[in-house]
């Protein structure tokens, strides 16, 4: 169900890597990587300030405007990481957790994801539950990994949004409660995620959490691009052609509601219980 979600950015833009294990950081939205922006880069970094430092420390781990230098990236996030910059931590997290630069080493990785989390970073909440979930670096805490999950949520994360429905769904970690499960599918699904697109179809054609509706739940199940599905197979066989030309119109006429992930105000704040 639940999946290791990692961040990369090529110091560019920040962009979701939703593939368990893959290494990824994250870095200033906008900078660009050509030659005079990466020595504009180097001399803020040199000066102290830590968005640059731990951009830079994001070209030289991914070489991205200069050669990867992995010893000298590692340098410049730890500068920002210890400066309480909490994509700084973030990354210092993944790197630790990828052996990226580093020797491999879960628990130094779950210190530096918790830092992050406790600053506000999104994916590295996300990142903690997961370890809590996964046993990893900590001893696995289902509760914990609910928590920090939530709050990742609560900040706009997708796949945060996704998992927690599905916890919900299952039980896991929570009291089961179809209708949260809806509500947090929903939120995920409107932002483009597919597994929770399919959900919901799966919900709105069961009436699980929310009142049966064939309609929306072929029109969830096709936007998921599961129109060839045994569940919108088996739907269609309910449906009219009306219903199921309604359906189709809306399908095609959704556009997803991209969101962007809020972090929480800086600054240490309460660990997950």
């Known amino acids: 169900m639940w999946r290791n979600l990692m961040v990369c950015a090529a110091g560019v833009a920040v962009c979701l890597a939703h593939v368990a294990g893959r290494a990824g950081l994250v870095a200033q939205s906008g900078v660009t990587t050509n030659a005079v922006n990466i020595s504009c880069l180097r001399a803020l970094a040199e000066q102290g300030d830590p968005e640059a430092q731990n951009s830079l420390g994001c070209c030289c781990l991914t070489g991205k405007g200069l050669s990867i230098n992995a010893a000298a990236g590692i340098q410049w996030l730890r500068k920002a990481a210890e400066k309480g910059h909490a994509d700084a931590c973030h990354n210092m997290g993944v790197c630790y957790y990828t052996g990226r630069g580093v020797a491999e080493n879960k628990r130094e990785a779950l210190q530096w994801y918790r830092k992050a989390a406790e600053r506000g970073q999104p994916v590295a909440q996300y990142q903690l ?116 030309a309604d359906a189709q119109a809306q399908a095609q006429q959704w556009r997803p509601e991209k969101k962007p992930v809020h972090h929480a105000a800086a600054g240490p704040g309460p660990a997950a219980r």
């Open 129 to 244: 539950s997961w370890c809590y979930l996964a046993g990893e670096g900590v001893k696995k805490d289902k509760t914990a990994a609910v928590a920090w999950c939530r709050k990742a949520a609560q900040q706009g994360l997708a796949e945060a949004q996704f998992n927690l429905g599905m916890c919900y769904f299952t039980g896991e970690g929570v009291k089961t409660d179809k209708a949260a499960a809806f509500a947090w599918f929903q939120q995920a699904a409107q932002q483009g995620h597919a597994e929770a697109q399919f959900k919901l179809g799966v919900c709105y054609g069961q009436g699980d959490g929310v009142t049966r509706d064939v309609v929306a739940a072929y029109k969830w199940l096709s936007i998921a691009g599961g129109g060839g599905s045994a569940e919108c197979t088996k739907l269609a066989e309910q449906m009219t052609a009306m219903q199921r």
